[in-house]
């Protein structure tokens, strides 16, 4: 199983409710989209199925009729002018009725279309330059309804004794030193957090996030350097934190649609911001006491 | 070349399906042909016998028969299979008697078998088990007897006077007796019983 | 200039149709309108030349262009020259409806001017080829193949597979021949192939086409070589396989069970020391080759006139030498019709249950040893080997050939030719036969510079998307990738247009065939229908130009008699009809659409006559989804042998 | 070595071996006894194994490059450069002369010229004569200029002066004077460095063999009559009738009817199992009932799909060779005992088709005695230097096996004569 198999498993495994939206993707997330694929001008070269290093795309031996009738052919034409040619042919001879798609005879050269596979889609944008008829666009969307399927909500459990467990990641650089600051300034924050050192907090990768979230703990956070002062591109937009900030955005929408809105927060703080740390830790300890124990407790119980 | 080794399963012609559902066994237990083919080989040193081998089974000899028209179990294609697998059941089949010898099978036969003489040596073999008709017997006896299968009446002799056919002459009776004699043949037509009993008279 | 020629046929042709309506309705199209009375003949063709220049386009409205065309190709030099069959597919079938018959040809001829301004020259090719022919060769066709090229002043290489010695030849041949005529032969063929190059390997790899196949042999003691070769004859014969009856029969299981092969080596002009039993057991539900049949009978009557008590159980023998299974029963040789059921062994011997059909009994008999006639098949690497030529194989394992009845040695691939066993069992003599036939076939190819000409498949690069439908689509193998890039193999295409059918982009258009001028000749066809005849509904019959037009013209011949209305377009291949013509043909007005192609497995090109049943149940798909009444659309054979076909699927629809 | 070669007979075989030595470049002189070519398959409609027309043919290299076969019509017989087809054409003698042969050629008239004859067929849409047309079983007329078979090569008609009342209503309509009613036999000699004999066979006649009725019952018929009723351009247009015109419910084809046999034939002619199969298949689609008698089905292997195709659409087989076809109330009945089921039948059908053995045509002629063998066929490989044979001139074969014949003889004729050390 690849890794983004491996997410969308555990994306499920995490789900306690059925997502409804589809989610705009955050400018700078990347690896996270949907292909739009226009079947009209579409020759069936498999140029895209060629690029695609994923196995995203496939061959369908159908043709979409309803797109073809619904199509408008561009001033220009198409590229692929007996395609061209067909569709306006089918249009002038169109009936009544409704139009389904056909499947093509085993063994006919030359028809057909593409299927995308969105859960092994990494949105590379391979395929769209490859396409030699401009029938591929990347769109910053994502289709969680799709990828995560229904859910069966997992058995509330009545906990009495509860302290939220939380999972903190912290940077190598400013935050990991924010939190050694508020140690030496013997602050006090709850003890419900763990920290886990990374080096910068652009290096949280969301499987890491979706693990810890399947072991149920009750919240995720990430701190980083201020932002524009990564250590690892400073002021670029494209800077571990800025990224950082963008991904965990579209996981907080994620995590919205699936049922655990609010259990993950990103904040910075620079080294010198020990005080800080502990105002960004206590609030989330608030935060996550509030809304309470994670729903997968009770799925890890009756695993168990 | 190691046969064995090679893969048969590639070269299958199982596209083809001879007919054996129809064939509807009638014995229950099989029967053996015997290893030394006897019956078969004794036919074959006969004269005429060895036309035998070039019987394919066309069946062209039943559809010909006009007893088979009448008699469906009489079967000339199926005397000469057995002749060819060598069983002497044949010999004791009632059924050969039937024949009336006119070679109606032989003029047709497409490889010259000469069935009817072959019928007749199926016969002959019969004979010492007693497969043959009383009348038969009695032919065989008025031979021995009077060197004539059949009696010759005074009436009869008159008849042909007044047709002006020539003298009938006195077959060699003794001579005739003597050489079967010395064969055998005289006692064992002496013995033999028909088993069909009777008087034989058809 | 644009010149029609009208021929009167004799003056027959004018009291069926209206020739002074006709001239008057296409002068505007053309720029010289004649009628002649006799086209084909001396007078006619000396009116035709005359004032004619080399560029003049011409449309001739006689009888069919495969019998005027002969003379007329041969006479005038001029390439763009269309037919109209106003004999065969209008004056002589619309008897009763003169008047409606008229009209058809002014369509025709209308239409056969649109097709005049698209036309195009056709395309010449000369391609040089190599004087050398690689024969692979396992048995004695491949040895007759290179020894019959080797005298004819072909350089030949024999590719032989490692120890192949006289001993072997005769061991894999055994079946062929008597073992007599075998060695005989096999002397004669072995002394001529002294001078001949032999290689001991295996085959690597081709690349290449007809005249110039680039090939890699691979040598036993690791040595490679490259070479050219014009031609490639594979002769790589035949192996013998067991039955699957044979495990039944104890085969393996029991020492009394044998080959008949391996018994006849080992009995070897031996005399029966007393009588002994062999049962010879086929295999009831594999039907034998005659060439099978004819070696039972041979090996059986050695047996059995050498002493030996032999029951054949066998099913319908089959021989081609009826005088063998004469001699072989005349020798002693039993023949059981039917089937052995059961075998067992003891101490006595095999006893053996036979399921006698011809007694409707079951006979038992006991048999010192049972032989199994083993069956002849291609040899195991010749699945291998057609893969890697890149040639067809049978479902039996041998190589097919294109065209069963009229080319025995045509593999599916140009300039490749099969010889003796590999296409199927067969006795020595046709197997001689056969060699002959790729040697002569090969010498075809090799002995001159290959010279086409025909309306080409253009490819134009810009367009193409190398989606590569073209290279599935073509029946040849003349369309190659190379370097990222479509390349046409002009020795291999027969200028079908299959290739055109199949691409989407159209960056593949055929010479004279362009879709516009498809399109242009459609309307053109439609508007004269509608302005002479009005509403009265009209048909379009795409037809190949093999054997569907050929029936088209015997319904002529054959004076049928079918309704006007219904106008045959021709197209080189019925393969070559996309759905994009059939709904251009409904578009622009026609009642119905036909497809007429060869028989079934019959096309010319291969497989024309199965994509265009493809595209045609496609077509009719989509209709049915636009909601098109979709019997508008019909594919159906024609052959010339049944006219009555056309005559009757026509006329319904017109 | 000079290159001039004499084809004996322009059936396929004949065909095939002058278009290839015509490729080779080598003169060619294709002589045919009939007025069209084709000879015994032209009779056949549909073949085996491609079960398409009898016509198809492989094309000459003139002709398109030779890629593609082609219809006899559309073939260039008769065009082409190389090759000079002679029709209603007998050798009267060939004689060995030096390493050289000269043959000569008697042709008989066919009172229309080939050279002027536009093919419009006015002059048989005037001609007042009618006579039984005995190419389909005399069960339609033709008129005393006809054409036997439509699409024959040469395409244009011919007179049969043994019913031509010599009206000249022909000649009159003939505005291009193609018609001479004078027209005289002529002989030439050709100097031929080979001659290739493909002379090819005939069913032999079945009223040799009285027992099965032919000749006393028009509805017993041979495979190569049924081949006519079934061809879609014969007398009845592929419907199968009786000879009263009653439509045909059931056949019974009689197999081996004569062949296999010392009292007729004794070989076996190899191509009539698969023919009557390919009939009894096309009878099956016309929903006509088949039983076939047979004694061994023997079907080559790229033909096996007959056999399979018989079995599925229910041909009942009778494994049996029938004794006599007797006549009840006008019907054939077959009298055969069904040796697998030890019965004997009385089948009755409309129709009992006969296989009749193939036997060479050129037995009966004394030219060719010299170079012939047993039973009258040619052999390939013992004929004389110089004389070659092939198609079922060497024995019954199907068209595949002829044609293959016919290459390898153009090759050894080839190589005689141009090369090959």
Redesign the interface.
């Known amino acids: 199983m690849d890794k983004r198999e491996r997410l969308i498993q555990k994306l499920r495994n995490i789900a306690v409710q059925t997502p409804t939206a589809i989610l705009e993707v955050p400018e700078k997330v990347e690896g996270f989209g949907s292909i739009k694929y226009r079947p009209e001008p579409c ?5 895209c199925i060629e690029a695609c290093e994923v196995e995203a795309l496939d061959i369908d031996f159908t ?1 979409q ?1 309803p797109a073809y ?1 619904d199509a408008t052919i561009p001033e220009g034409g198409f ?5 061209e ?2 569709i306006s ?2 249009q ?6 409704d ?2 798609a ?4 085993t ?5 057909g279309s593409v299927v995308w596979f969105t859960e092994k889609c990494i949105a590379c944008n391979k395929c769209v330059e490859a396409c ?2 401009d029938c591929l666009d990347l769109e910053k969307q994502y289709d969680l309804p799709t990828i995560i399927g229904d859910v069966v909500t997992p058995p509330s459990i009545s906990i009495t004794e509860w302290e939220p467990f939380i999972i903190c990641f912290v940077c190598w650089e400013c935050s990991h030193a924010a939190a050694d600051l508020a140690g030496l300034m013997h602050l006090h924050y709850p003890a419900n957090i763990r920290t886990v050192r990374v080096p910068c907090s652009g290096a949280v990768e969301p499987i890491q996030i979706m693990t810890a979230m399947e072991n149920g703990v009750d919240g995720v956070l990430v701190t980083g350097c201020l932002l524009s002062e990564c250590h690892y591109g400073g002021d670029d937009p494209l800077a571990g934190n800025f990224m950082q900030q963008d991904f965990v955005h579209f996981w907080q929408s994620v995590f919205e649609e699936i049922g655990l809105g609010g259990r993950l927060h990103i904040d910075f703080a620079s080294a010198a911001m020990g005080i800080r740390f502990t105002e960004i830790v206590t609030e989330f300890v608030e935060r996550i006491k509030k809304i309470g124990p994670s729903p997968l407790r009770g799925k890890l119980e009756v695993e168990s | 070349m190691n046969i064995d080794s090679l893969n048969t399963s590639r070269f299958l012609r199982n596209d083809f399906k001879p007919r054996l559902a129809r064939c509807e066994l009638i014995a229950v237990t099989p029967t053996s042909i015997s290893s030394d083919l006897e019956f078969r080989n004794w036919i074959l040193k006969q004269p005429e016998g060895e036309t035998l081998l070039r019987c394919y089974q066309c069946g062209r000899c039943t559809s010909a028969c006009p007893i088979a028209e009448i008699d469906h179990s009489f079967n000339p294609r199926l005397f000469l299979e057995k002749v060819i697998l060598a069983d002497e059941s044949l010999a004791e089949n009632q059924l050969i008697w039937t024949c009336l010898t006119c070679e109606q099978c032989e003029v047709r036969c497409p490889e010259h078998v000469k069935i009817p003489q072959i019928l007749i040596l199926a016969k002959v073999r019969g004979l010492v088990s007693g497969n043959t008709p009383e009348t038969a017997l009695d032919r065989a006896r008025s031979i021995l007897s009077q060197g004539r299968t059949i009696q010759v009446s005074e009436p009869m002799l008159k008849t042909r006077d007044k047709m002006g056919l020539p003298s009938l002459g006195n077959p060699p009776v003794k001579q005739l007796a003597k050489a079967l004699k010395e064969l055998g043949l005289a006692e064992k037509l002496e013995n033999i019983k028909s088993i069909y009993g009777g008087d034989g008279d058809e | 200039m644009k010149k029609l020629f009208l021929c009167t046929c004799n003056g027959t042709l004018n009291k069926l149709l209206d020739f002074t309506k006709i001239g008057k309705e296409v002068k505007a199209l053309y720029d010289v309108v004649e009628v002649v009375d006799n086209l084909c003949l001396e007078e006619g063709l000396t009116k035709l030349e005359k004032g004619l220049s080399e560029d003049d386009r011409l449309a001739i409205g006689a009888c069919s262009s495969q019998i005027i065309g002969v003379p007329m190709k041969q006479r005038i030099k001029n390439d763009l020259v269309t037919f109209v069959p106003l004999r065969e597919q209008v004056g002589w079938v619309h008897v009763e409806e003169k008047e409606s018959a008229t009209n058809k040809a002014i369509v025709l001829l209308s239409d056969a001017s649109v097709q005049l301004d698209h036309m195009e020259s056709p395309t010449e090719f000369t391609e040089s080829v190599v004087d050398r022919v690689l024969v692979m060769g396992g048995g004695i066709a491949g040895l007759k193949a290179a020894s019959d090229l080797h005298r004819l002043g072909v350089e030949v290489t024999l590719l032989e597979p490692s120890g192949q010695n006289n001993e072997r030849y005769l061991q894999t041949s055994v079946f062929m021949s008597d073992t007599d005529t075998l060695i005989n032969e096999l002397q004669a063929i072995q002394k001529t192939l002294k001078k001949v190059e032999r290689f001991e390997g295996t085959f690597g790899e081709v690349t290449g086409q007809t005249g110039s196949y680039d090939v890699t042999l691979n040598g036993v003691n690791g040595n490679e070589k490259i070479r050219e070769y014009g031609a490639i004859i594979v002769a790589s014969g035949n192996q013998q396989y067991l039955p699957r009856s044979a495990k039944k029969m104890r085969h393996g299981k029991s020492e009394r069970v044998v080959t008949l092969d391996s018994l006849m080596s080992r009995l070897k002009k031996k005399r029966a020391k007393e009588s002994s039993t062999i049962l010879v057991a086929v295999d009831f539900d594999a039907p034998m080759f005659s060439v099978e049949g004819s070696h039972l009978l041979r090996s059986t009557r050695n047996l059995a006139t050498r002493g030996y008590t032999i029951i054949v159980v066998h099913s319908d023998i089959r021989t081609e030498d009826e005088n063998l299974y004469r001699e072989a029963r005349d020798s002693g040789v039993i023949f059981i019709r039917g089937k052995v059921t059961r075998i067992r062994e003891n101490e006595k011997g095999l006893t053996c249950r036979i399921e006698n059909t011809l007694e409707s009994m079951e006979r038992e008999v006991i048999a010192d040893l049972v032989a199994i006639p083993q069956m002849v098949g291609p040899v195991n690497e010749t699945a291998l080997l057609a893969d890697k030529l890149g040639v067809d194989c049978d479902n039996n394992g041998f190589i097919r050939t294109r065209y069963s009845k009229m080319k025995p040695v045509q593999t599916s691939r140009r300039g490749i030719f099969v010889a003796g066993g590999a296409k199927m069992p067969m006795s020595l003599s046709d197997a001689m036969a056969s060699a002959q036939n790729a040697v002569l076939e090969a010498f075809k190819v090799v002995r001159s510079p290959l010279t086409r000409s025909g309306w080409i498949p253009v490819i134009d690069d810009e367009q193409c998307d190398v989606c590569k439908a073209c290279l599935e689509a073509c029946p040849n193998d003349a369309l190659r990738l190379m370097d990222d890039r479509i390349v046409h193999v002009p020795a291999h295409c027969e200028f079908c247009g299959i290739c055109v059918s199949a691409c989407p982009t159209r960056a593949i258009e055929f010479q004279s065939h362009r879709k516009e001028s498809w399109f242009a000749r459609f309307e053109a066809v439609a508007t004269t229908h509608r302005r002479l005849e009005g509403k009265k509904p009209f048909s379009f019959v795409f037809a190949c130009s093999e054997c569907a037009n050929a029936s088209i013209d015997q319904a002529g011949f054959a004076g049928k008699q079918y309704g006007t209305g219904s106008y045959v377009i021709q197209f080189p291949c019925a393969g070559m009809v996309s759905p994009i013509e059939i709904l251009k043909g409904l578009v622009v007005g026609a009642e119905h659409v036909i497809v007429a192609h060869c028989p079934p497995g019959g096309c010319h090109h291969q497989t024309g006559d199965h994509l265009s049943e493809l595209v045609v149940s496609f077509t009719r798909d989509m209709l049915r989804e636009i909601g098109q009444d979709p019997e508008r659309v019909q594919a159906t054979y024609m052959i010339a042998a049944m006219p009555e076909k056309m005559q009757k699927e026509v006329p319904v629809r017109g | 070595m000079g290159d001039t070669v004499v084809v004996v007979g322009a059936g396929l075989a004949g065909i095939q071996v002058s278009h290839q030595l015509a490729d080779l470049g080598l003169k060619v002189h294709l002589v045919e006894k009939e007025a069209t070519v084709g000879g015994l398959s032209a009779h056949l409609g549909k073949v085996f194994p491609t079960d398409d027309c009898a016509l198809c043919l492989d094309a000459c290299e003139e002709l398109f490059s030779g890629h593609h076969r082609r219809c006899q019509y559309r073939s260039l017989l008769g065009n082409q450069k190389k090759l000079n087809l002679h029709t209603l054409t007998e050798i009267k003698s060939i004689k060995q002369d030096g390493g050289r042969f000269s043959v000569s050629l008697k042709t008989t008239p066919r009172y229309v010229m080939l050279d002027r004859c536009v093919v419009c067929l006015e002059c048989i849409n005037v001609c007042d004569v009618e006579v039984p047309d005995e190419m389909n079983l005399g069960r339609v007329m033709r008129k005393a200029i006809y054409r036997s078979i439509p699409q024959g090569v040469p395409l244009a008609p011919v007179i049969d002066m043994n019913s031509c009342t010599k009206c000249t209503k022909c000649v009159d309509v003939c505005k291009v004077g193609a018609i001479d009613l004078e027209q005289r036999s002529k002989t030439r000699t050709i100097k031929a460095d080979a001659v290739v004999l493909a002379t090819g066979v005939e069913e032999r006649s079945p009223s040799i063999l009285p027992g099965y009725a032919y000749g006393l019952c028009k509805d017993v018929l041979t495979q190569r009559e049924l081949a006519r009723l079934l061809d879609s351009t014969g007398a009845t247009n592929g419907k199968v009738l009786t000879a009263s015109g009653k439509q045909v419910e059931s056949v019974t084809m009689i197999l081996c009817a004569g062949s296999r046999d010392l009292n007729a034939i004794d070989y076996c002619s190899q191509a009539c199992c698969t023919y009557s199969l390919k009939h009894a298949i096309m009878l099956r689609e016309q929903g006509v009932g088949v039983t076939i008698c047979y004694m061994d089905l023997r079907v080559p292997l790229h033909s096996h799909s007959f056999l399979e195709r018989a079995r599925e659409s229910d041909v009942t087989f009778v494994r049996g060779k029938p004794d006599h076809v007797i006549v009840h109330e006008g019907s054939p009945v077959t009298i055969v005992e069904d040796t697998e089921a030890l019965k004997r039948l009385e089948i009755e059908s409309d129709l009992v088709v006969l296989a009749s053995p193939l036997v060479p045509h050129a037995a009966e002629k004394e030219v060719f005695n010299s170079f012939l063998g047993d039973y009258g066929f040619a052999a390939r490989h013992d004929a004389p230097k110089g004389i070659y044979a092939c198609g079922t001139a060497t024995g019954p074969t199907d068209i595949p096996a002829s044609v293959a014949e016919a290459n390898a003889v153009a090759l050894e004729v080839y190589m005689a004569l141009k090369g090959g050390a």
């Open positions: 020759s069936v070269c498999k140029k043709v009729l009738l590229r692929s002018k007996n395609r040619t067909l042919l089918l002038t001879l169109k009936g009544e009725g139009v389904q056909i499947s093509v005879p063994g006919l050269a030359g028809y030699p008829e």
